[in-house]
């Protein structure tokens, strides 16, 4: 176990809807860094935010945002759902901007 | 953007052989990862190369980097079923933490 707490573990939606992923990280980390895991593109960055800021935008669809709230979680939300967007999707975090980052379990999101 | 590629994608090995993974990236980078993981589970760290020539090793697996050469090696010695899962190695950017990914190697010992 990382520590890296995401909920839900499974999330089944329909097309169009909008969704929240919840990240907690490990307990006094300040980055928190999203990723998106499918058949199609691989393992990909999407962005990461450290003590509440944007810090990297990686290849993330507008549709798509992210924030960092005071208590250092994080929410990933998904809206106008499609397809392919079914995908595992998982948070990392790290004390700091250039350590390791550990793995949450991930979240996997079916569209249908 | 930095590219990362990983090869071979699948690698199907009898228990006991020796094999190695190789990972090309196009770009200057601080660190390189090795991760394993189990079908519909997270990552998990294997080794974290910091430096040129760096060689980490844990059990059967065996890691290395040569920086110049913008190459990695992830070596199995002596391979057993529980090492049968995908190996990624991920390249973060100079000056940041997010981490491209290669495709993964799909690895099966066979008994």
């Known amino acids: 176990d990382s520590g890296v707490t995401q909920t839900p573990k499974h999330l089944i939606t329909a097309t169009g809807q909008r969704v929240t992923l919840r990240c907690s990280p490990r307990?006094?980390?300040?980055?928190v860094y999203w990723y998106q895991q499918s058949l199609d593109q691989g393992l990909q960055f999407l962005i990461q935010?450290?003590?509440?800021?944007?810090?990297a935008k990686g290849n993330i669809l507008e549709r798509f945002s992210a924030q960092q709230f005071p208590d250092l979680h994080s929410e990933l939300n998904l809206s106008s759902l499609e397809l392919g967007d079914s995908a595992l999707y998982f948070c990392?975090?790290?004390?700091?901007?250039?350590?390791?980052?550990?793995f949450g379990q991930g979240t996997r999101l079916t569209v249908v | 953007e930095l590219k990362v590629e990983q090869n071979p994608l699948f690698l199907s090995m009898q228990e006991g052989k020796n094999y190695t993974i190789y990972c090309n990236y196009s770009?200057?980078?601080?660190?390189l990862y090795w991760y394993r993981q189990d079908p519909g589970k997270s990552l998990e760290s294997l080794f974290v190369?910091?430096?040129?020539?760096a060689v980490k090793q844990e059990g059967r697996l065996m890691a290395s980097l040569d920086t110049k050469a913008r190459l990695s090696t992830l070596h199995i010695t002596a391979a057993v079923h529980d090492l049968s899962a995908t190996y990624f190695c991920?390249?973060?950017?100079?000056?940041?933490?997010?981490?491209?990914f290669g495709t993964g190697t799909r690895l099966t010992v066979i008994p």
């Open positions: 990392a975090s790290s004390p700091f901007e250039n350590t390791e980052a550990f």
């Open positions: 307990s006094g980390d300040l980055s």
């Open positions: 935010y450290y003590n509440g800021e944007e810090r």
């Open positions: 770009t200057t980078s601080d660190r």
């Open positions: 190369l910091l430096s040129n020539g």
């Open positions: 991920a390249v973060a950017g100079t000056g940041a933490n997010n981490l491209f």
